[in-house]
T-cell receptor, first 118, second 114 residues
Framework: DTEVTQTPKHLVMGMTNKKSLKCEQH?????MYWYKQKAKKPPELMFV???????INESVPSRFSPECPNSSLLNLHLHALQPEDSALYLC?????????????????FGEGSRLTVL | DAKTTQPTSMDCAEGRAANLPCNHS???????VYWYRQIHSQGPQYIIH???NNETNEMASLIITEDRKSSTLILPHATLRDTAVYYC???????????????FGKGTKLSVIP
């Protein structure tokens, strides 16, 4: 199984709603990532979890709250979002970097959750 | 600052080789060149990576110049399904521990034409 599964594929929410995006992988990867991609722009890194601990937060507003409940799951909790937060949210996973000789440095991406904030 | 420079867009006839260039003149000695692509409305997909030797896999070939300041991704027989944005990324994958950091540039939009 070399898939990263993201749900939901599409989400429409109001600015006062609370919703969550979910990401799951069963490749035994211990690093998981959230990227944000606006239309016609490259993906931008938001958060990185390594061994279920938050290791990188790229100055993301607190209305985005990541959670990694176990090594297979990654959530992104959304609250009080703005219309400009509408984007494709991509989850990725990779083997941990510590096993350098065995790793290619490849990130496996899901197909993304397309979020629209009204 | 962007570590790589790629053309904004390129066209390629179906069945012909697609050659996608990337300049990375400030690459350091231990940094690798990675290529990913993103087909419309899908997540990015890893293609290939290399340090200084030319590399080939089932998807593509990667040619890195001897001075390592530029590289070319070659899709030997482009099909319509190869239409995508191709990202060239320079990074060092083996420092520290835990996670990798991929920073995407603007990429090249490749259109394969029938």
């Amino acid at each position: 199984d070399t898939e990263v599964t993201q749900t939901p594929k599409h989400l429409v929410m109001g600015m006062t709603n609370k919703k969550s995006l979910k990401c799951e992988q069963h490749m035994g990867h211990r690093a998981m990532y959230w990227y944000k991609q606006k239309a016609k722009k490259p993906p931008e890194l938001m958060f990185v979890y390594s061994y279920e601990k938050l290791s990188i937060n790229e100055s993301v507003p607190s209305r985005f709250s990541p959670e990694c409940p176990n090594s297979s799951l990654l959530n992104l909790h959304l609250h009080a979002l703005q219309p400009e937060d509408s984007a494709l949210y991509l989850c990725a996973s990779s083997q941990e970097k510590g096993r350098a000789l065995l790793n290619t440095g490849e990130l496996f991406f899901g197909e993304g959750s397309r979020l629209t904030v009204l | 600052d962007a570590k790589t420079t790629q053309p904004t867009s390129m066209d390629c006839a179906e069945g012909r080789a697609a050659n996608l260039p990337c300049n990375h003149s400030t690459i350091s000695g231990n940094e690798y060149v990675y290529w990913y692509r993103q087909i419309h409305s899908q997540g990015p997909q890893y293609i290939i990576h290399g340090l200084k030797n030319n590399e080939t896999n089932e998807m593509a070939s990667l040619i890195i110049t001897e001075d390592r300041k530029s590289s070319t991704l070659i899709l030997p027989h482009a099909t319509l399904r190869d239409t995508a944005v191709y990202y060239c990324i320079v990074t060092y994958p083996y420092s520290g521990a835990g996670s990798y950091q991929l920073t995407f540039g603007k990429g090249t939009k490749l259109s394969v034409i029938p």
